[in-house]
């Protein structure tokens, strides 16, 4: 089941991904570091990522931080991915390997339910995550929470980078997985309402968007039952940017002229566009 | 790990980034304590239910005791990735090996399928693994496949990073002839005092009881363990 990725000179590519570099990226990161200089990271989404199971079916929650190292990236980015009708998926670590594996899933997921004349099952895509996970050794940083409901039930997984999984009736992801497990392990009770299970996971959620420097901006919710999805995008905004408190222009006149000389240039304007930067 | 590669003088290779915390970048370990005992028509078999990524507890109430036959079950340690595809694996080959023979499968071919997997591939994986059942031919069995592949039938076994602070109790308190509820006692006393004495094992104590006649699951939460005179 299982080679030395590393040992196979014979064998051409197949398409796919390829590791082969890791072991010299890894020496070549050591040097650079020696010089000053670093290899540019790739993007982690920081992330606080949960879901419980309810009464009805399960809620996914997650905030909408992505960073780049400590600048923020993404202010309002989807870390709740579509799997199939009746499945969701939270993804964590490297934002590309979580956003690439869960779409690869998505679509092997809807060719498996072709095949098989059936809806898709939650324990069919936890399946292929893990193996597909566990084949990459860890090298694919994506810790994902997989749930949904199909014809055996609810369920709720999560799957760790190198390919384990855990079957949980609540459980949280990424950096920010402390803070919100902190909340569920105070509050969860089996079999709560759709409202004050919506509260919970938002609470969870607000934890880590507090308590977490990789997350932050909004709460985005999935609600799954066996009638359907609900998928509450920027279901909540604890995080407002601040109102200034008062005035801190200074009037014109403010500060005294002493001279003033006025050297016309003589420019040609040869072309003006205007670009609006988003600044909500 | 198995994750981290190994080159000769490199650091490890992990993300320096302040907003991953390090029990995030490290690989899920089932810490553990795990354990078997034969007796006179099936085994015991007993495990903790702590998951660790690294200081952080990942899963408290893990089921470390995972089936692979209607008889057969494996008690996993080491990395929690690598023993539950081990265990997916053999669950696969074992079912199809007992179809073809039209007839349950033995504790022993479990166990050497188990073993020919952990030793083919002993440089990449990190899994514990004790194989224990009960089968028609040699009744109760318990075979223990450590990290390196060896296998070995033993009467009584114990795996994990908590075994080391039992083997003085299991050596000096175990007899061959147990009753199967003397058993189940010595299991849930050992259990105890690793849980109590490593950090890497704790939570609930799962035991499982599997003879001819069927499996009997049992947990016992943390305050109804014995209680030990300290």
Redesign the interface.
Known sequence: IMMNIDQRPCESQRGGFSFENSRRNAMLEENLSKLGYSAPKARKTGTTIAGIMYKDGVILGADTRATDDMVVADKNCMKIHYIAPNIYCCGAGVAADAEITTQMMASNVELHSLSTGRPPMVVTVTRQLKQLLFRYQGHIGSSLIVGGVDATGTHLYSIYPHGSTDKLPYLTMGSGAAAAMSVFEDRYKPNMELKEAKTLVRDAIAAGIFCDLGSGSNVDLCVITKAGVEYLRGYDQPAQKGRKQGEYKYKPGTTAVLTKTVTPLSLDLVEEAVHLMDTK | M??S?A?A???H?S?V?????DW?RQ??STGTTIMAVEFDGGVVIGADSR?T?GA?I??R??DKLTPIHDRIFCCRSG????T??IA??VTYQLGFHSIELDEPPLVRTAANLFKE?CYR?R??LMAGIIVAGWDKRRGGQVYTVPMGGMLVRQPVSVGGSGSSYVYGFVDSNYRSGMSKEECLRFVAEALTLAMERDGSSGGVARLAVITEEGLERRVILGNELPKSTI
Do not use: K
């Open positions: 198995a994750a590669v080159v003088g490199a650091q290779l993300s980034s302040d907003l991953v915390p995030a690989e899920v998951t990524t952080y990942a899963n109430v893990t990395s929690a990735a690598d539950q595809a997916d694996a997997m591939y440089e990449e």
